[in-house]
């Protein structure tokens, strides 16, 4: 995750310095978008679905994940997106009573989004906020002889973050960004994305 961050950060500096240096007119003050984005996601999670008090110690783990999303700007300062978001399959060990064992949990689903932009130029700073409606898949796997858990959720929550972007070439729109989601049992968990969207 580390090596992830520093060379996002890297390239994220770099691509800022060469957009500093562009011309600062924005030929697309409003209208569609298109694009995708990958990241990594981090999952903070607490207690494993139907699983109750036998698993008593979670680790985190994380994942890489992926979006692709269609926005559309009412103006430089305002818009609306939506995303379809794979969150992946973050997995990891745990320590139960009787028996330890592995567990991994998929996540995917779609999140329309309020975005606010402040344009700096060639440089934008901004926030989103939205809400996830996914389906949350969690297996569970005991090392000992006994019974594996697979357990399927539909669910909906919170989720908001922020980050920097800038245009090249007068319609392609690069971004760094963090996002919190507020998910049952893991309202911690987070990711970090670097996506490229297509201005119409």
């Keep these: 995750m580390k090596k992830f961050l520093t060379?996002?950060?890297?390239?994220?500096?770099?691509?800022l310095t060469t957009a500093a240096n562009a011309a600062s007119v924005d030929d697309n003050p409003s209208g569609p978008y298109a694009g995708l984005g990958w990241?990594?996601?981090?999952?903070k999670i607490?207690?494993?679905?139907?699983?109750?008090?036998?698993?008593?110690?979670?680790?985190?783990?994380?994942?890489t994940a992926w979006k692709a999303f269609v926005g559309y700007r009412f103006s430089p300062y305002i818009g609306a997106?939506?995303?379809?978001?794979?969150?992946?399959?973050?997995?990891?060990?745990?320590?139960?009573?009787?028996s330890n064992g592995n567990y991994r949990v998929d996540l995917s689903g779609f999140a329309p989004y309020f975005v606010a932009?402040?344009?700096l130029g060639p440089v934008e700073i901004f926030g989103k906020v939205g809400y996830y409606f996914y389906d949350v898949d969690t297996r569970v796997d005991f090392d000992a002889p006994g019974p594996d858990i697979d357990t399927s959720?539909?669910?909906?929550?919170?989720?908001?973050?922020?980050?920097?972007?800038?245009?090249?070439?007068?319609?392609?729109?690069?971004?760094?960004?963090?996002?919190?989601?507020?998910?049952?049992?893991?309202s911690d968990s987070n990711a970090f994305w670097l996506s490229a969207a297509w201005r119409f």
């Design 7 to 15: 060379v996002a950060i890297a390239v994220s500096l770099g691509a």
């Design 81 to 98: 997106e939506v995303a379809y978001i794979d969150f992946g399959r973050p997995s990891d060990r745990f320590t139960a009573t009787g």
């Design 153 to 186: 959720h539909s669910r909906s929550d919170f989720l908001y973050g922020g980050g920097v972007g800038f245009t090249v070439l007068e319609h392609l729109h690069l971004r760094a960004e963090y996002e919190q989601v507020d998910i049952s049992n893991a």
């Design 39 to 43: 990241g990594k996601f981090d999952l």
């Design 117 to 119: 932009t402040l344009p």
């Design 46 to 63: 607490r207690q494993l679905d139907d699983v109750g008090r036998a698993v008593n110690s979670v680790t985190d783990s994380d994942d």
